[in-house]
């Protein structure tokens, strides 16, 4: 019987602590891009739920007008919560040396990664002592938001705007397999891939021909003005417009010119204060 109590005991404090690990891990808060109404920058600090010491870090590496970008955010940020933003335009090298900035990230409790050129930023943060300081502040509990191209890089698989087989931009007039060119993320989001301004911009070939190459994760396309907020698997719409979510394709073919078909895929459209479940 003593035996027994200390199983349970045992199996008791591990459920305990992963528990605690699940519950510190942070909050995602993905915007599509286009312009952020104020009602959606309210929700944003409401969703990082900042106490008297916190800070706001800003990490404007993927645009190319750095200035511009932070003022614009601090901005509107400053007109919902009285906390300190601070603003890091690292460089590769500072992205591994500059130890007191990449400290400052991993304390932060909010992240917000600007828009423009996910490619850019990820060329900074791969691999480097910042990209883990962004993964621990956001599984100890941060809220890690970004918007466009700040909301593309939240995948592990990241669409990087690029078509093969060149990687130049196009309109993606098909849906293929193999024809839409990704990269490595940050990988806050494991089993999804998101893209960005996808209603304005009728990114559905772009869309559906990501899902035909990986099949096991779930699409979502966040349009502009909107985000999906994410805490753990729990993901819900907030903004003015519309997310679209596809997942599950089945019986997945690929014809010898690359066109793909599938059948009965999942497919759902919501919109601001809707809820929905991901895998």
């Not at 400290?103 to 490619?119: E, F, H, P």
Request: charged fraction near 20%; aromatic fraction near 8%.
């Amino acid at each position: 019987m003593m035996q027994r109590n200390q199983l349970y005991t045992l199996i008791l404090a591990l459920c305990m602590s992963i528990g605690q690990v699940f519950a510190q891990q942070g909050k995602l808060f993905i915007i599509g891009g286009g312009e952020r109404s104020e009602a959606l920058i309210e929700d944003l600090v409401k969703t990082a739920d900042l106490k008297e010491q916190d800070y706001i870090v800003i990490l404007p590496m993927a645009t190319s007008v750095p200035e511009e970008s932070v003022a614009y955010i601090s901005e509107q940020l400053s007109r919902h919560t009285k906390h300190k933003a601070v603003s890091f335009n690292f460089s590769k090298e500072e992205a591994n040396n500059r130890s007191q900035w990449i400290d400052s990230v991993k304390n932060a409790r909010l992240i917000y990664i600007t828009g423009g050129d996910q490619n850019k930023f990820m060329a900074i943060v791969r691999q480097t002592k910042l990209f883990d300081a962004i993964q621990s502040a956001y599984h100890n509990g941060a809220t890690v938001s970004g918007t466009s191209a700040g909301a593309a890089v939240m995948s592990a698989v990241m669409i990087t705007g690029g078509q093969k087989p060149d990687g130049k931009a196009d309109s993606f007039k098909e849906v293929k397999a193999d024809y839409v060119e990704v990269a490595s993320g940050l990988g806050l989001l494991q089993n999804v891939i998101i893209d960005q301004h996808f209603i304005m911009r009728s990114r559905y070939n772009r869309l559906m021909s990501v899902l035909s190459d990986y099949p096991q994760r779930a699409v979502i396309g966040i349009d502009e003005g909107t985000a999906l907020v994410v805490q753990g698997k729990n993901a819900r719409i907030s903004g003015v417009s519309q997310v679209v979510h596809i997942a599950q394709p089945k019986n997945t073919k690929v014809t010898a010119s690359g066109k793909v078909s599938f059948e009965k895929a999942n497919l759902s459209l919501y919109t601001h204060g809707q809820r929905f479940k991901l895998k």
